[in-house]
């Protein structure tokens, strides 16, 4: 699995990769996390309101920051 965290480094975008990385964890997924904070790099993924989420090339998140539960759904429906 693919996943990205988009943001410039505001503290929503950081707690979502932390909680991102221990769903990630508790879920036991094999998962590369990369957080990208290039303004330009997080638009080419049509993302305008950070945090964003991206797993495997796809926006799941963008303009908020999800629970917990929510995570777990996306990264799960995504494995």
Known sequence: MDIKVLGPGCQKCK???????????????????????DIPQIVQYGVMLTPGLVVNGKVKASGKLPSKEELKKILAQEQ
């Open 15 to 37: 707690t979502l990769d932390t909680m991102v990385r221990e769903v990630v964890a508790e879920l036991n997924l094999q998962a590369n996390i990369e957080k990208i904070e």
